[in-house]
Every structure is written in C-alpha cells, then in structure tokens.
C-alpha cells in the first residue's frame, strides 16, 4: 500500500523558516520523482518543487532561492527547507510521487500558516 505522510507544517511568523518532510512506503522510491506542491485557499494547486530520481531539480520562479528540495533515498523521505517565508507561502504543502501516469501518488498535505 503506498503511503504518503506529510509532516513539519505548522504556524510561523514572516521571516521564519519551516522544514517539511514527507515519509513514503509502498512503492520503489528512489525510482520515483517526487515534488512538493502547495494550494492556498481559493487558488488552484501549484508546483513548488521537483526532484526526479537521479537528483535534478526545479523550482518554481516563486521560491528565489528560498526553499530547498531534498531526498534521502535511504530514509525514503522527501524534505522541503523553507526560509524566508511570506505570508504569500501560507497554503497546504502536498507531496507527489510521480512513477508515470500509473503510478502518480499524493499525500494528505500539512498546513503552513505564516502569519504575525
């Protein structure tokens, strides 16, 4: 059974800095891309970031080097280092894993607040 499991989100004032880390099982992960994506309140989902498995990376043009994407391929975890947070970056961090159309995997998202 594929899981999933977000964590790390949370309140944080502007200027703070949050790591999200997204636990996975079930599925051959370091085959797999994994993204993380964000969706604030009345806006569609957006990409943040994406790591495919031999370790390229990119970034959405809203991040400006703020926010770094990692993978322990060991651990089977995804992290998301999230500095220098606006209050623009409050929204529900999602996980994917993308294995093809087939194999296209989201977690349940935690919720980042960053607000004063």
């Known amino acids: 059974q594929v899981q999933l499991v977000e964590s790390g989100g949370g309140l944080v004032q502007p200027g703070g800095s949050l790591r999200l880390s997204c636990a996975a099982s079930?599925?051959?992960?370091?085959?797999?891309?994994m993204s993380w994506y964000r969706q604030a309140p009345g806006k569609e989902r957006e990409l943040v970031a994406t790591?495919?498995?031999?370790?390229?990376?990119i970034y959405a043009d809203f991040v400006k080097g703020r926010f770094t994407i990692v993978r322990d391929n060991v651990k089977n975890t995804l992290y998301l280092q999230m500095t220098s947070l606006t209050v623009e970056d409050t929204a529900v961090y999602y996980c994917?894993?993308?294995?093809?159309?087939?194999?296209?995997?989201w977690g349940q998202g935690t919720q980042v607040t960053v607000s004063s």
């Open positions: 790591i495919n498995y031999s370790g390229g990376i």
């Open positions: 994917r894993a993308w294995g093809g159309d087939a194999n296209d995997f």
């Open positions: 079930g599925f051959p992960f370091g085959t797999y891309a």
